[in-house]
């Protein structure tokens, strides 16, 4: 079955770093398109970044161009988002998702939880 399992997430101080992973299984990887959401608390979720499935097209959210950087390595089906220049307005919790236009094909992960503060 189709799994996403996020990791990478922690408390870090404003101005730090951290690399969330997203790995994959249970389908072609390649072919799907993947995203980052976030959900602040008391919030909507929110997008963050996409990738094409064969990692040539790239999106990013205006809040975090230049400090978030979406990647993808297909031969281990994993997404990557690399934080850089963290804030603490950046304090979520990050979802993985598969994009496909049909509604019915999306799948999320469970989440893993970024917490900036000094």
């Known amino acids: 079955q189709v799994r996403l399992v996020e990791s990478g997430g922690g408390l870090v101080q404003p101005g730090g770093s951290l690399r969330l992973s997203c790995r994959a299984s249970?389908?072609?990887?390649?072919?799907?398109?993947m995203g980052w959401y976030r959900q602040p608390p008391g919030k909507e979720r929110e997008l963050v970044a996409h990738?094409?499935?064969?990692?040539?097209?790239?999106h990013h959210a205006e809040s975090v161009k230049g400090r978030f950087t979406i990647s993808r390595d297909n031969a281990k089906n994993t997404v990557y988002l690399q934080m850089n220049s963290l804030k603490p307005e950046d304090t979520a919790m990050y979802y993985c998702?598969?994009?496909?236009?049909?509604?019915?094909?999306?799948?999320w992960g469970q989440g893993t939880q970024v917490t900036v503060a000094s």
């Open positions: 990738i094409s499935g064969t990692g040539d097209m790239l």
């Open positions: 998702k598969r994009l496909a236009a049909d509604s019915a094909l999306t799948y």
């Open positions: 249970g389908f072609p990887f390649s072919n799907y398109a």
